[in-house]
């Protein structure tokens, strides 16, 4: 298995764009977790899915978020209109659904909003 | 509170040991964890510990756990350059939701 795939890597826009942040979960894993990672506030917990379905979503911070599962093999995190705030290093990670089940992490996706 | 504390920042000498230190917040994580970032990567399991143990040692690895003040603690022996990175407690809480503390960067000097 390739592990967690994200895309783009990098990704420059300008303010009021449309972002849209993918990732490719590992075959067979049925959590997601959507994270967000900063210097000023670390590693925040945006959004995640048990076997496709949101299960918390406190963590997103405006109605500008949004994620979606529609399958076990994808995963989208939206942002529209984004804001330089914005600009952060967005991971994706899955695991298992195990008791004790590492959560193995996506390269991030790089995002900045100019 | 509602977050798993860390401290920021540790510099250490090559050849000394590192201590990270954690304060997490529920009392019915079954596991916690240390994950371990390098430089523009995402975060790797590093070890873990089970809530019913109070010790784990993994190689140069040491995790103590104090489950009355819901202290973890993480010690490496004989740090190398290649330990500096940032590291990561990480709870998972009844909902089945992973927090991760806020990291310490850790700075290994030659």
């Known amino acids: 298995d390739a592990g967690v795939i994200q895309s783009p890597r990098h990704e420059v826009t300008e303010m009021g764009q449309e972002v849209t942040l993918r990732c490719k979960p590992i075959s067979g894993h049925n959590s997601l977790f959507w994270y967000r990672q900063t210097m000023m506030r670390g590693l925040e917990l945006l959004i995640y899915?048990?076997?496709?379905?949101?299960?918390?979503d406190s963590g997103m911070p405006e109605d500008r978020f949004s994620a979606k599962m529609p399958n076990a093999s994808f995963s989208t995190l939206k942002i529209q209109p984004s804001e330089p705030r914005d600009s952060a290093v967005y991971f994706c990670?899955?695991?298992?659904?195990?008791?004790?089940?590492?959560?193995?992490f996506g390269q991030g996706t790089r995002l900045t909003v100019v | 509170g509602e977050d798993v504390e860390q401290s920021l920042f540790l510099s250490v000498r090559e050849g000394d040991s590192s201590v990270i230190n954690c304060t997490y917040t529920?009392?019915?994580?079954?596991?916690l964890y240390w994950y371990k970032q390098e430089p523009g990567a995402g975060l790797q399991l590093l070890t873990y510990i089970f809530s019913n143990m109070d010790m784990k040692q993994d190689q140069r690895l040491t995790v103590l756990l104090n489950k009355k003040d819901k202290h973890l603690s993480l010690r490496i022996a004989d740090t190398q350059t290649g330990d500096s990175a940032i590291y990561f407690c990480?709870?998972?809480?009844?909902?089945?939701?992973?927090?991760f503390g806020q990291g310490t960067t850790l700075q290994v000097k030659p």
């Open positions: 990670a899955t695991e298992g659904g195990a008791v004790n089940t590492e959560a193995f």
């Open positions: 899915f048990n076997n496709n379905v949101p299960i918390d």
């Open positions: 990480a709870e998972v809480r009844a909902t089945g939701k992973l927090i």
């Open positions: 529920d009392s019915s994580s079954t596991y």
